[in-house]
């Protein structure tokens, strides 16, 4: 949890695929591995208590569409996509694109290109 989403209580679930990741994670494979630890002791790992806080997001509305952005929360995505979770649990914060710009810079108009099929 950040100081920016510490008061959100409302909580969503998003597909892991339709989060990017624009900045290469530097990983703790001990603390991947506590994470893996900490989802495979919950009771129900898909209900909304499955011992991880959510990782906060970053969400533009653009040409109709929403398009997701996590920037930090590293160790969570990995442990949640190790154990082939679907869906993360994460606290969505909006944000212009001209915000989104302060994280990436120039590189912004990359950010919202569909990959290649």
């Given at each position: ?11 969503a679930f998003l597909p892991l695929s339709s989060i ?98």
């Open positions: 949890m950040s100081i920016q989403t510490s008061n959100m209580n409302r909580i990017r990741r624009p900045i290469v994670p530097v990983l703790d494979e001990d603390k991947i591995s506590r994470m893996i630890e900490t989802l495979a002791q919950a009771a129900d790992p898909d209900a909304a208590d499955d011992g991880l806080p959510p990782i906060d997001v970053l969400r533009v509305r653009k040409h109709g569409k929403d398009w997701y952005f996590g920037f930090g929360g590293c160790h969570r995505f990995q442990a949640y996509e190790r154990t082939g979770k679907q869906t993360v649990k994460c606290k969505v914060v909006p944000v212009t694109e001209s915000m989104l710009k302060m994280y990436v810079g120039g590189s912004v108009d990359e950010m919202f290109k569909e990959p290649a099929q």
